[in-house]
């Protein structure tokens, strides 16, 4: 079965780094895309971005765009989230999530991590 | 890219049929067919429930539906039960390879 197994809680300082990682299993790991979501305390999903774990070839929302980093590890069928310059606003769970439809971005989210809370604060 | 419009909060009784609606502009909801919309409950990660505007994945019950008109797709929920209470989002594509969701709606089965 399709399972994406997140990181861990992370607690770091304004201006850290933080990378999150997405352990996959149970199905082709490069055939799918992986998208990243996040949700602040008691507020809304928040897209972030994809990346095609075929390519490498990633494309984010344009306010991520310079700070945040998708990459991916075929060997051991992982996909990770960097994030730099954390600042307390970026307190958020942050969720990975597998397409439904092989070989497209322009597909939605069937396959949801439990999610990794990522705490900002000095 | 600014969020979709959703309603804050709904409500209804069990067995009624509630809708909850999804307000863009033509550069997302109503240019493509790519909407979907997420069930998730307190401390959940979301779960699909409606996709490319109309369809269900497998195992959502019939009773969620999803259209659209316009720059406004809908979710609606006939024959409430108590464990449809929770959060509603809707997504759609917005263009050149990106997404934007919706702000939420909290429903309540009365």
């Known amino acids: 079965q399709v399972q994406l197994v997140q990181s861990g809680a992370e607690v770091k300082k304004p201006g850290a780094s933080v990378k999150v990682s997405c352990k996959a299993s149970?199905?082709?790991?490069?055939?799918?895309?992986i998208h990243w979501v996040r949700q602040a305390p008691g507020q809304g999903l928040e897209w972030m971005g994809w990346i095609n774990p075929n390519s490498g070839v990633t494309n984010s929302a344009q306010k991520f765009q310079g700070w945040v980093t998708m990459t991916r590890d075929t060997s051991i069928t992982t996909a990770y989230m960097e994030f730099n310059r954390l600042q307390s606003d970026d307190t958020a769970v942050y969720y990975c999530?597998?397409?439904?439809?092989?070989?497209?971005?322009?597909?939605?989210?069937?396959?949801w991590g439990p999610g990794t809370l990522v705490t900002v604060s000095s | 890219q600014s969020a979709l419009t959703q309603p804050r909060s709904v409500s209804g009784s069990p067995g009624q049929s509630v809708t909850i609606s999804c307000t863009g502009s033509?550069?997302?909801?109503?240019?493509?067919?790519?909407v979907s919309w997420y069930q998730q409950h307190p401390d959940k990660a979301p779960k699909l429930m409606i996709y490319?505007?109309?369809k269900r994945p497998s195992g959502v019950p019939d009773r969620f539906s999803g259209s659209k008109s316009g720059n406004t797709a809908s979710l609606t929920i006939s024959g409430l039960q108590a464990e449809d209470e929770a959060d509603y989002f809707c997504?759609?594509?917005?263009?050149?390879?990106?997404?934007?969701f919706g702000g939420g709606t909290k429903l309540t089965v009365l």
């Open positions: 149970g199905y082709t790991f490069n055939a799918y895309y």
């Open positions: 997504c759609s594509y917005a263009g050149t390879y990106t997404w934007v």
């Open positions: 999530a597998r397409v439904k439809d092989e070989y497209t971005s322009s597909s939605s989210l069937n396959y």
């Open positions: 033509s550069s997302d909801v109503g240019g493509y067919t790519y």
């Open positions: 490319d505007v109309t």
